[in-house]
């Protein structure tokens, strides 16, 4: 991977990005203009890499043909307004902007700038043009500039930057599906402060929709109240209730290709929650829950009719497999995803999970433990196998 480093006020933020893509595993050779050197030294990016970070076309001659072909993706971070127009007028005057015309690679373009410069009839016509070269492009983003104004022009953030450089990399097995996650727990109101919820963090639910969406997949996330943020480029609905939940996934049902329910959805509502705050001294307060919507339940009509793929989780005690086994024809599932309670390594809350995945069709699969980010990149694999 390529990072080409230009000279904007945002150039910290690369560094933060080129951290991450280590972290990941990629090999990273980072290109600064002689500007961006104003900003991040070429030492931080080394000390990140453990590579050399370039800066001069004369420094090894074949730098700037080498860097482009070896690379399976450049990524421009920040993109100055300067930068953009000497690339859309083929400019190869630097090392950055040399090696980006040579580049035999996908370019993705990562724009910051105050918002009169991102406006400017100069910077939208260059923006045209490579567009029409082809080059893909993420951000500006709207929010603080970094002169005290607000407006767009802000770099997108590293974990925006990452997915959709993801999304270049990966092949787009998933191209034109659209997919329908559910994720996080749902709440159950008791009164207007009050509610019975449960520890899912929504970090399965999410990592499937953000592996779907890599893929290349139109995704619909519709989340319950989760303190992580949400993937980027997903449609996000946001809901609280597990009628609420039913509401949502009705209406994004109507043009799915693929369910995947990672949500913890409440089993036990309060009939009728009180409108006013219910009083301390309420003592001998009796819930008298019942049983809430069942999701699969309620929408295996539209899911049957529109032959909708699905994959639920079900956390199990006892006989897991028997258990799921009889939920995949009870609920009209394809795939069931099973966790074992009590096992630290997997379920609500926790980074990783251990799955045994169970199909329709007579198929048993035990993962072994693996970050929550495998598993949905497994279970993908074996559902995407499966959607024609
Ligand atoms: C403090 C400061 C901050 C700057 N921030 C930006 C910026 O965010 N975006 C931009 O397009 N130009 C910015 N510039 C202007 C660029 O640094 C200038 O156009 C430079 O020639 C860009 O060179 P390069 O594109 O070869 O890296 C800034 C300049 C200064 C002095």
Request: hydrophobic share 45%.
């Amino acid at each position: 991977m390529l990072v080409v480093v230009t000279g904007g006020i945002a150039a910290y933020k690369t560094a933060y990005l080129v951290r991450r893509l280590h972290e990941a595993d990629a090999l990273v050779d980072v290109v600064l203009t002689p500007s961006a050197e104003k900003f991040v030294g070429r030492v931080t990016f080394e000390g990140l890499t453990g590579r050399p970070a370039r800066t001069s076309l004369w420094e090894r001659p074949l730098d700037h043909i080498e860097l482009g072909s070896e690379a399976d993706l450049a990524v421009v971070a920040p993109a100055t307004a300067d930068f953009l127009s000497k690339m859309a007028a083929g400019g190869a005057d630097t090392l950055a902007a040399a090696t980006l015309l040579a580049a035999a690679c996908p370019v993705l373009l990562c724009p910051a700038m105050n918002e009169r410069m991102w406006e400017h009839p100069a910077t939208r016509r260059n923006i045209e043009t490579l567009r029409e070269f082809g080059l893909e492009m993420v951000g500006p983003d709207r929010g603080d500039l970094a002169e005290g104004e607000i407006g767009i022009g802000r770099m997108s953030e590293p974990a925006g930057i990452m997915a959709v450089a993801g999304r270049m990399l990966e092949e787009a097995t998933l191209r034109e599906r659209r997919i329908v996650v559910t994720a996080g727990p749902t709440r159950a109101p008791i009164d207007p402060v009050r509610y019975i919820g449960n520890r899912s963090s929504g970090h399965m639910g999410q990592a499937l929709a953000a592996s779907a969406w890599r893929r290349g997949a139109d995704v619909v996330l519709v989340s319950g109240p989760v303190a992580r943020p949400h993937p980027y480029g997903v449609e996000v609905v946001e809901v609280e209730t597990s009628d609420e939940m039913l509401e949502a996934l009705s209406a994004a049902l109507g043009s799915a290709h693929l369910l995947l329910m990672a949500a913890a959805v409440a089993d036990f509502v309060s009939p009728s929650p009180s409108s006013s705050k219910i009083k301390k001294d309420g003592s001998g307060l009796e819930l008298g829950l019942v049983s809430g919507p069942d999701l699969l339940k309620e929408t295996r009509g539209i899911r049957e009719e529109r032959g909708v793929l699905t994959l639920g989780f079900a956390l199990e005690t006892d006989t897991p497999v028997e258990n799921g086994r009889s939920k995949l024809e009870s609920k009209k599932m394809d795939f069931v995803a099973i966790n074992e309670v009590g096992d630290p390594a997997a379920g609500f809350d926790v980074p990783t999970n251990r799955v045994t995945l169970l199909d329709r069709w007579g198929g048993l699969e035990e993962f072994p433990v693996l970050s929550k980010e495998e598993v949905a990149d497994r279970l993908l694999d074996r559902v995407e196998a499966r959607l024609d």
